[in-house]
Structures are given as C-alpha cells and as structure tokens.
C-alpha cells in the first residue's frame, strides 16, 4: 500500500479522481464510437492549425500576465473576457465556480475565459505552496473581476489529503456569504475545460433529473477502497498521505452512517452547501474524515446519500456527465485510445481526440497540457466560443471573438490568444 500511495502522491491532485471514475467511465459511456477518420477534428481548428502551421506557434497569456502595469480595461477586451450576459435564462440562473489550482496557469486562464459570465461567481483557492510569482498572476487577474476572487484562507494542498477538502471548504465558507444569488456551485480543477457553454450548464442544472438535486457522481465504498477510511492516515502536509504505522483501526464513522465512494467533482445546490457549513451530522463526519485517504472522494457522495441533506439523491449512483476523461484502461471500451498521451494513466488530450469530447457533451473535459498539446486546447476553446456566442440572445461585442482583428492591432497578443 505504501508504494501505492508513493506512486499515488507524485500525481496532480486535481487530475486523480481516480480509480471511481474508471467505473463511472464504464456505466456513463456508450459503446466506442465509430472511428472518426472523417472527421478526425472539429471545423474550428482549421483555421488555428493553419495559424500554427504559418510558425504562429504558440500564445502565452501566461506571460502576458506576469508581464505587470496592465489595466484592466485592456486586459479583459484584450483576453475576449465576455462583459454581459447573454440570455435571461443564465441571468436568472446564476452559478457559483470553485477552482482548485496550482500549475497550468495557461490552461487555468484560458478556461476562465471560457467559463467567465459577468453574472456567476468564481472562488478560485490556489494552492499556498504555489510560487509567489504565479499567485500574484492569478490575483492580478481576479482584480479585475467584481466576481472573481481568491479564497480567504489557502491550504497547502497535499494530493490525496484532507487539505484537497479543505480547499473545496474555504471556498464554501466564502461562497455561502456572497451576495450573488447563486444556484448551484461546480468545482474544478486546472487542467479542466468546459464542453457544455453557460446556457447548457444552466439547462442541465435545472433538468427534470437535477433541478434541486445535488450531483456527485459515486457508489457504496466498494471492499477494495475499504482501507482509506478504515485504517487512520496522516498528511505529510504538502507533500502525500500515508497511512499510519503500525495498523490503527479507526472508529466507525459518526451518526452510523454508510460510507460512499466517487468522485471529487460535484455540483451542489446552495442549501446543501449550507448543510455541509452548518449541519451537526456533517460537521462530525468532516472531523472524522481528517484522517482518511483521499476524503474528497467519499465526503460529498456520502452526505448526498443521506435522507437530511438538502437535494440529495439517496438512491444515486454514477449518473451524471460531469467529466469526460480518457481512462488508459477504458481503452477500447469507452474510448478508442488517447491521440494525445496518458499521464498516470489519464489522456492528456491531443486534437484527434476532440471528436469524442465533443459527442460525449460532458460538462467539462480533462485533462489539457498547454506546453505538450496546445492545439487541443486551442481548436476546443474556439468550438467552445463559437457555440457560446452562437447561443446568445443579445448583440455580440466584436472584442468577444477570440481571434477578432480588431484588438489583436492594438494587443499583443497574436491570434491563437
Ligand atoms: C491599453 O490599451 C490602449 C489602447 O489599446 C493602449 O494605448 C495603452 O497603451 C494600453 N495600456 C497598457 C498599460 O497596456
Ligand atoms: C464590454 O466591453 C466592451 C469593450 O471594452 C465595451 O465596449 C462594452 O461597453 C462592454 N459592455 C458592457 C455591457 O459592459
């Protein structure tokens, strides 16, 4: 176990969600998909391959950022950030964004952009063990937003550890008084990227299925995950979780209640958020879960199983398409294999994979490298842009088109930014 959470904890904190989601792959997935050999990409990336191919190889926005004196005025028209809501079904439907990160600034930005509506609000927790230099990037950024902004306390996130929960928590705590009417609160992490545009995560969030409901993806802890929550671990803060030496049996979990095993990610109404802040039965499972492996996994499933909880699903399972990852053992199974390369077993995803993100329609995808595979994420934000701004019912600022002329004269920026 030792040398599996040894490999474990070189992982990327936001990208394990682990072996759940491998299961989840399989129920959620339908049978592989045709090879797309026709249509290896979406049409959006002609014209950023072409770019490429003209030696307009990359965009930085990351160093744009770091590069200080920018106002904000220019830095939001110059980075196609949209200024208004775009329909009155989003406006009435505001959602809350927490994001966990702490490397991929590029990747990170670029999927703000993407998500960012003046009328939803983004708790973004950078990890405390981030260099000085990126955390100032990131604050600089969030200056500029009336509703983006920094968690109040930051963690040092250790993968795998209760900090990774911690981090979801303060981000709560501070998205509980928030003046902004927020629906339903999503969690991400860096090296997300959305499918679905506002409007869509909006009709889904009210869709007969989940309007009221709280999704967390997740099942009765399966035999084989027993041990995470059985045996006492400790976090070797910032660094990984091990479990204790020699065997220490924990006491059963507070209020008899029956341990549940998913994902980390979730979208969760405002009054279960509330329940998880103020309610006794959670308050003393979150004590309980501070020495456990990876408590991020069964944390939310669990309290979503209970009867008391506002919006939960106590009869759920893996239902709900919140990621759509290639898992390296779904391998023809629910995916025909990764165009881009794995990372612990994880697709990192190269451009010929944009077809399947595409026609899963997932609500966001994972994961996306800027330095290895920049096309993938650059076609995908183009397709992800275009679709927005082809759903929107109010005129369209021309600065909102990611690779408008008109402000790549003034910026500089190039047109892949
Ligand atoms: C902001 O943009 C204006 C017009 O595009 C430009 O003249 C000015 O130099 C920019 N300022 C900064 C600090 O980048
Ligand atoms: C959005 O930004 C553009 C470009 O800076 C500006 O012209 C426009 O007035 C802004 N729209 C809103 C609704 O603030």
């Known amino acids: 176990m030792r040398q599996l959470d040894g490999r474990k904890c070189s992982f ?111 708790c973004i927790h950078v990890d405390a063990k981030a260099p000085m230099e990126y955390q100032e990037a990131v604050e600089k950024l969030a200056s500029c937003f009336d509703n983006v902004f920094l968690s109040s306390r930051r963690e040092k996130v250790t993968y795998a550890g209760f900090s990774r929960l911690q981090a979801d928590l303060n981000c709560m705590k501070d998205l509980s008084t928030s003046p902004i009417p927020w629906r339903k609160v999503i969690n991400l992490c860096g090296q997300d990227f959305p499918v679905m545009s506002n409007l869509e995560l909006v009709q889904y969030m009210q869709s007969k299925e989940w309007r009221d ?71 003393d499972f979150l004590e309980w879960s501070k020495d456990t492996f990876s408590p991020d996994e069964h944390y939310w499933v669990t309290l979503n199983h209970i009867k008391e909880a506002p919006g939960s699903r106590i009869n759920g399972g893996w239902e709900g398409s919140i990621r759509a990852i290639k898992w390296r053992d779904q391998e023809g199974k629910s995916h025909d294999g990764c165009k881009g390369h794995y990372v612990r077993d994880i697709c990192v995803y190269g451009t010929e994979d944009l077809q399947w993100i595409i026609e899963k329609n997932g609500m966001f995808a994972n994961k996306f490298e800027s330095n290895t595979f920049p096309e993938a994420l650059y076609c995908l934000e183009h397709w992800h842009r275009n679709k927005v701004l082809k759903q929107a019912t109010v005129p369209i600022d021309p600065s909102w088109q990611l690779n408008s002329e008109i402000h790549s004269r003034t910026s500089p920026l190039n047109k892949l930014c």
Not at 44 to 62: F, M, T
Request: hydrophobic fraction near 35%.
């Open 12 to 122: 990327l904190f936001c990208l394990g969600i682990v072996v759940c989601s491998i299961i989840y792959g399989l129920i959620r997935t339908k049978p592989v998909e045709k090879p797309s050999s026709s249509r290896p990409f979406p049409i959006e990336c002609k014209p950023v391959l072409s770019d490429i191919e003209k030696g307009n190889k990359n965009c930085q926005i990351e160093n744009y950022l770091r590069s200080g004196g920018l106002l904000c005025s220019n830095l939001t028209t110059e980075l196609h950030f949209i200024n208004a809501t775009l329909s009155r079904e989003e406006e009435n439907y505001p959602l809350a964004f927490i994001i966990t990160i702490h490397k991929e600034l590029e990747v990170f930005v670029r999927m703000l952009r993407a998500i960012y509506m003046p009328q939803n609000v983004y």
């Open 213 to 283: 409901k709280n999704m967390t993806p997740g099942v009765k802890q399966p035999a084989t995950m027993r041990h995470r929550t059985r045996f006492q671990h400790w976090e070797i803060v910032g660094s990984y979780v091990v479990p204790r030496v020699p065997r220490h049996v924990k006491a059963p979990p507070p209020h008899k209640l029956q341990i549940y095993f998913g994902t980390a990610y979730y979208a969760l109404t405002r009054d279960f958020v509330d329940f998880v802040l103020k309610d006794q039965i959670a308050r």
